[in-house]
């Protein structure tokens, strides 16, 4: 499968975002070992703080599905920047999927490359569970 048919689906996954307060659409597309495709976009609440983020819905659905091993995850919005993912996204992507591309996705269609491990130096991760001296 080559790039540009996962950000294709990225593109198209953003047209189910439920942002009525940001009007900010993200779609996200993950693709796993298996070349499978699995999509996600925002999805916003009255109440803030409970939106999740196009990435982590196409994260979880795709753990919920059973897959546990990706290669990239395709990011897109219709602004005319970059829309990199959040903080918490960083934390999931790099947990959750390891050191996948990212393929940023900007509303002109143009396309950056990156690795989970650029948007997220010195991680916290399982291992840092592991030396508790208080154990
Ligand atoms: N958002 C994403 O879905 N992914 C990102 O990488 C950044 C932000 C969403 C969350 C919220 O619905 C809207 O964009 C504005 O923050």
């Given at each position: 499968?080559?790039?540009?048919?996962?950000?294709?689906?990225?593109?198209?996954?953003?047209?189910?975002?439920?942002?009525p307060?940001?009007?900010?659409?993200?779609g996200?597309?993950?693709?796993?070992?298996?070349?499978?495709?699995?999509?996600?976009?925002?999805?916003?609440?009255?109440?803030?703080?409970?939106t999740i983020?196009?990435?982590?819905?196409?994260?979880?659905?795709a753990?919920?599905?059973?897959?546990?091993?990706f290669?990239?995850?395709?990011?897109?919005?219709?602004?005319?920047n970059?829309?990199?993912?959040?903080?918490?996204?960083?934390?999931?992507?790099?947990?959750?999927?390891?050191?996948?591309?990212?393929?940023?996705?900007?509303?002109?269609?143009?396309?950056?490359?990156?690795k989970?491990?650029?948007?997220?130096?010195?991680?916290?991760?399982?291992?840092?569970?592991?030396?508790?001296?208080?154990?």
């Open positions: 499968m080559d790039k540009n048919e996962l950000v294709e689906k990225a593109i198209e996954a953003k047209q189910f975002s439920f942002s307060y940001s009007k900010f659409r993200v996200a597309a993950l693709q796993t070992i298996e070349d499978k495709i699995i999509t996600g976009c925002n999805v916003e609440n009255a109440s803030y703080g409970l983020c196009a990435e982590r819905v196409a994260i979880f659905k753990y919920s599905e059973g897959y546990r091993k290669k990239s995850i395709a990011i897109a919005s219709d602004d005319k970059f829309c990199p993912p959040c903080g918490a996204c960083r934390q999931i992507i790099w947990e959750l999927c390891g050191d996948i591309d990212i393929i940023l996705i900007d509303g002109n269609k143009n396309t950056k490359v990156f989970a491990s650029e948007f997220l130096p010195y991680p916290f991760g399982d291992e840092n569970l592991k030396g508790n001296v208080n154990e």
